[in-house]
């Protein structure tokens, strides 16, 4: 397992109980601490845990940590086992998760890209939603050990079709979380309690996880990252970048990645998606 923070400690752990032997890298030691102290092995490198490994996740921020972890002489693709399988669970670029798809093919490597939705409630509990593209024959292979860690887990295609899944996951929470945060603070400038409006309001029509999950983290003020405000903005990018390949516009993704750009200049990078609160209750 590489990379370990919010997303990757739960997944790891359930790995633990289950009974695999969990080799671990994660670019901040201190954060594996925890898994070692369950019985993880820690390795220096992502090469490391590579050659000790015959299946390899990764769970990193970025497309360029995803890059730095998969390509160069201490990386993944280098020092993989022989038939080893390469899965990444990061929100990363489609074309991305294609290269190292083709790169794994060519070294006698198996690769799928699975990112996954759910939060860091979803990891805690296992009940990640996974969205996979790569070779079906695979995707059956890695189905048992998917199943430790989701409950809704989806081949969507081939190598990239994951990673597109994800887009989509993301652009339909942009614009939902807009609407969540605006129903709330709307109430709460109406003289509503915002708790009950809550109970009337998340079983209906208007319901969704972002409402239900974290519409109460909002009334609380709480804004701890369950996913990270700066994340999130590099998956909109993505999805941006994506759609204007396919000569497409996302109006609602447009105008909500503007505001959390907004946001992160504030200083909000590292606090959770639900911080959006903020920015509308001070009156944008």
Avoid at 13 to 25: C, D, E, I, S
Avoid at 170 to 199: F, W
């Amino acid at each position: 397992m590489i990379g370990v923070g919010v997303m990757g400690q739960s997944m790891a752990g359930h790995f633990l109980k289950n009974g695999y032997a969990v080799y671990v890298y994660n670019r901040t030691k201190s954060k594996a601490d925890p898994l070692i102290a369950q019985g993880a092995v820690w390795q220096d490198t992502p090469g490391g845990v590579a050659a000790h490994s015959q299946i390899v996740i990764t769970m990193v921020g970025f497309p360029s940590d995803v890059e730095e972890v998969y390509f160069g002489e201490q990386g993944i693709l280098a020092r993989a086992q022989a038939g080893a399988t390469l899965v990444d669970m990061t929100t990363s670029s489609p074309m991305l998760a294609k290269r190292i798809y083709d790169e794994a093919q060519q070294r006698g490597l198996f690769a799928l890209d699975a990112p996954v939705s759910g939060g860091d409630i979803g990891a805690r509990e296992a009940r990640l939603s996974i969205m996979v593209g790569g070779d079906r024959k695979v995707f059956e292979r890695m189905l048992p050990l998917f199943q430790y860690i989701g409950k809704n887990i989806v081949h969507q295609g081939a190598a990239g079709a994951g990673q597109h899944t994800k887009m989509c996951n993301q652009i339909a929470i942009a614009s939902n979380m807009m609407g969540v945060v605006e129903a709330l603070v709307y109430a709460e400038r109406a003289g509503l309690d915002p708790q009950t409006v809550l109970k009337s309001i998340e079983t209906g029509a208007a319901g969704s996880w972002s409402l239900s999950n974290l519409g109460p983290r909002m009334i609380g003020g709480d804004f701890a990252p369950g996913f990270y405000i700066k994340h999130f903005i590099k998956d909109m990018r993505i999805a941006l970048e994506s759609a204007a390949e396919m000569g497409l516009e996302l109006p609602g993704l447009t105008l909500a990645k503007s505001l959390y750009d907004r946001l992160a200049s504030q200083g909000e990078g590292d606090s959770g998606t639900q911080a959006l609160y903020k920015l509308i209750r001070a009156g944008v």
